[in-house]
């Protein structure tokens, strides 16, 4: 059975740090694109960051670029978030989540077909 | 930056069929997907490549897209899809943007 589940989460004060950690089972976390998405408290899925199987395409969203670092451990077959500076706006719901990519052989072409497993998430609340 | 645009809402009876839009510029030449989410769980993938249903998704739930507005159809709605939907498409590059989700009320 696929699951991902993270930790991590806590209280910290505006401009501290916090790492949290998705850890993979089920599946090998290095054969997928794997991405970072937040919900702040009363709001939508906002999207944070994602990184590719090879680990040499990692992207940001705005709102964390030069803050946030994405990374992964292999051989603990888990992803993490390093969050730095911190910001009120950063508390949220974390979610880590699988990206799933269909081969077409006639194509040669990989297509995404979505995010196709997530985590429960874990909680940060960044408050003074 | 992109932005898919939801409506807040949407309220439908049971046995009825609801549809959700979400609306992009960038629809008429990227994927939408969708997900389904509710609260303490961890959201569900029901629609990808704007039309296809995900693995153990019901047929009651289907896509479709035209012009720069994609729609998530539920038919014969049960109290069960009562939940938050989220519609997603690439932003640019390899950067995913989510619509700002549409609470369906299942009267």
Redesign the interface.
Known sequence: QMQ?VETGGGLVKPGGSLRLSCVASGFTLSDY?M?W?RQAPGK????VS?M?TSGN?I?Y??AVKGRFTISRDNAKNSLYLQMNNLKVEDTALY?C?RDFYQYNSAENYY??????V????TTVTVSS | SYELTQPPSVSVSPGQTARITCSGDALPKQYSYWYQHKAGQAPILLIYKDTERASGIPGRFSGSSSGTTVTLTINEVQAEDGADYYCQSADSGDTWVFGGGTKLTVL
């Open positions: 991902l694109y991405n998405i939508g899925l906002e999207w994602n590719s395409n992207n969203a705005d979610y989540a297509y995404y077909h979505g995010m196709d997530w985590g429960r998430g």
